[in-house]
């Protein structure tokens, strides 16, 4: 907003050629975010503790260490939602479409989450929406992204598919590449949801994969770069650094009143929100594979639980204590903050990989 406001009045005031870039914009919806945050934040905890009463039902079947958890309140990713939009639309091109593919799904998977946490509540159980329902619902939203992206993208980038290590290789999937956006947008969501169980671990990773993609959105979206790096020119894309700017100062903000013992979780409201965005900004920055690089941390927690539900149906043994994989460790005696500050360390490998393929091509 405050680019389409200034931006065009640089040329007769100096001060206001400032707003035509990315870089001071991006930096600038971060602070924000993180100052709102902050500020919010006290408030924001106290009125969802006056709300829910006894806070986020605890798992009977989960770890014991958990149980002391009783009473702290979710749906903390509320002030992530409200901070990053905010911040967002204050500091980006609010023409650019782009900006909006990421900010609908942010938005859309935000409400979803919110709903599942309210009938968690409702119902005093860890039982939400139905999956069914929440897959559909989840791919309804993740439609309306790609749709935008589709009418506002031209051939080939819209339908292609790029392979990281090649330079300009896009692989022409047509219309199959609509459900495989959804699917990373969906599965995106529900695999940063599934690492949401500690304190903390959830949002370092996302900032992790935030920051990589903000990298990633201003150089595709640069044309001298994105032609020095031999990567697909995604015009427009640039913006989106600013949507991942704010990702990254909300993040910091929740961060202080989740860190451990937590004051507030971010609860489905906040993980499927993420989760959501970095599925979408994979899709509009043309790097999805690389997301499953970068965001390699919430595969092996997918994954984790993947094979446990199968072994158990095939053969009823069970091949991790209990999954996701963080609650196999936390059984295994590792303190949680060891936990995530291990995993953590291991997001920030898979990151360092994921951005490697930008040069190595």
């Not at 700017?245 to 009143?257: D, E, P, T, V």
């Not at 999954?323 to 490998?349: C, D, N, Q, S, Y």
Request: glycine fraction near 12%; hydrophobic fraction near 55%.
């Amino acid at each position: 907003m405050l680019y389409n406001l200034l931006a065009p009045y640089a040329d007769e005031t100096l001060f206001f050629n400032i707003f035509r870039y990315i870089t001071f914009r991006t930096g600038g919806a971060l602070m924000t975010a993180l100052i709102i945050s902050f500020i919010i934040g006290p408030y924001v905890i106290k009125w969802l503790k006056k709300k829910q009463g006894r806070g986020q039902p605890i798992r009977e079947d989960g770890p014991e260490t958990h149980f002391k958890k009783q009473g702290t309140p979710t749906m903390g990713g509320l002030m992530i939602l409200f901070s990053v939009t905010l911040s967002t639309l204050l500091w980006s091109d609010i023409t650019n479409p782009y900006i909006w593919v990421v900010v609908i799904c942010f938005l859309g998977f935000g409400l979803i989450g919110f709903v599942d946490d309210y009938y968690k509540l409702l119902g005093g159980s860890h039982k939400g929406l139905s999956g069914k329902l929440r897959l559909v619902l989840e791919a309804g939203v993740a439609t309306i992204g790609i749709a935008i992206f589709l009418y506002n993208t031209s051939s080939p980038l819209d339908m292609g598919l790029a392979i990281p290590f090649f330079k300009d290789i896009l692989i022409n999937l047509g219309w199959f590449f609509v459900p495989f956006a959804i699917f990373v947008i969906v599965g995106t969501a529900n695999s940063v949801n599934l690492t949401d169980g500690l304190d903390g671990l959830a949002i370092g990773p996302v900032m992790i994969a935030a920051t990589c993609f903000g990298i990633i959105s201003y150089l595709v979206g640069h044309i001298v770069f994105a032609n020095y790096l031999q990567l697909n020119y995604v015009a427009g894309a640039g913006e989106l650094a600013i949507f991942c700017g704010a990702l990254i100062g909300a993040g910091l903000g929740f961060l202080w009143f989740n860190a451990p013992p937590a004051m507030v979780f971010m609860g489905d409201t906040g993980s499927l929100a993420a989760g959501g965005a970095l599925g979408a900004l994979a899709v509009a920055t043309k790097h999805e594979i690389v997301l499953a690089i970068i965001g390699g941390l919430f595969v092996l927690e997918t994954i984790s639980v993947i094979v446990q539900v199968a072994s158990f149906k095939l053969t009823g043994k069970r091949i991790f204590r209990m999954a996701p994989l963080h609650h196999h460790f936390e059984k295994k005696g590792w303190a949680e903050p060891t936990i995530v500050i291990r995993f953590w360390i291991i997001a920030i490998i898979l990151a360092l990989v994921g951005l490697a393929t930008l040069k190595l091509r």
